[in-house]
């Protein structure tokens, strides 16, 4: 049996360009991507395996296939990701502020603290799944076309301010929520404004704000 190949030291792809029709990526401590481009052309599952930081600030990453994406944190200030497919993430510390993120299939997300404050998204066309250590959604949104599930282990920093539709609810303690952000299970919008309590691992029912 062939031995298999390690892991690079680093890879820079600063303000590069990275075009293949096989992705597979497995760098031992970072992945530079900011201000670059990587595209995935093939139909095969697109790996990028990172132990330490994938930097991908204002950097682009495009896969018409399904991807997984592990690293042990992610600055992702104004990134852009596109994926065709399902979206598989395993990361610490991660940061999509203001960045554009749009999934045609599944989203299941598992990272440290999260966040995705004024960030404005596609919703994803299948379920999304959210484990995370902390959540900073503030003037943030959340949303997806099919069924929702989030675990925070801490604080979540979001005040809902439209929640249509039923979201499956997960028992745990109450959590701190504050700050306008966005909630949203598929795109249709409520003629009339509700608020929900978003807590650790629970989603309650909308109810109908009086004025």
């Not at 190949?5 to 293949?20: I, R, S, V």
């Not at 599952?45 to 994406?69: H, M, P, R, W, Y």
């Amino acid at each position: 049996m062939a031995p298999s190949t390690p892991p690079l030291g680093d890879f820079d792809n600063n303000n590069g360009l990275l075009q293949a029709s096989k992705l597979s990526i497995d760098v031992a401590r970072y992945l530079n991507n900011d201000s670059g481009t990587m595209l995935h052309l093939g139909t095969s599952d697109a790996a990028i395996n990172v132990g330490g930081k994938f930097l991908q600030a204002s950097g682009k990453l495009e896969t018409a296939a399904n991807l997984t994406l592990r690293a042990g944190e992610i600055s992702g200030t104004a990134s852009k990701l596109n994926v065709g497919g399902n979206l598989t993430l395993n990361s610490g510390t991660t940061a999509t502020e203001q960045g554009d993120w749009r999934i045609g299939g599944n989203a299941r997300l598992e990272t440290g603290a999260l966040d995705q404050h004024l960030r404005r998204p596609s919703p994803p066309a299948g379920d999304l799944s959210l484990k995370a250590d902390a959540l900073n959604n503030l003037h943030g949104q959340l949303s997806t076309g099919g069924q929702a599930a989030m675990q925070i282990a801490d604080d979540v920093d979001q005040h809902v301010g439209r929640n249509p539709g039923k979201q499956r609810p997960e028992p745990a303690n109450r959590r701190r929520v504050a700050q306008p952000g966005r909630l949203h299970r598929n795109a249709r919008q409520p003629k009339q404004p509700c608020c929900a309590s978003l807590c650790n691992r629970q989603w309650h029912r909308p109810h109908r704000q009086h004025r």
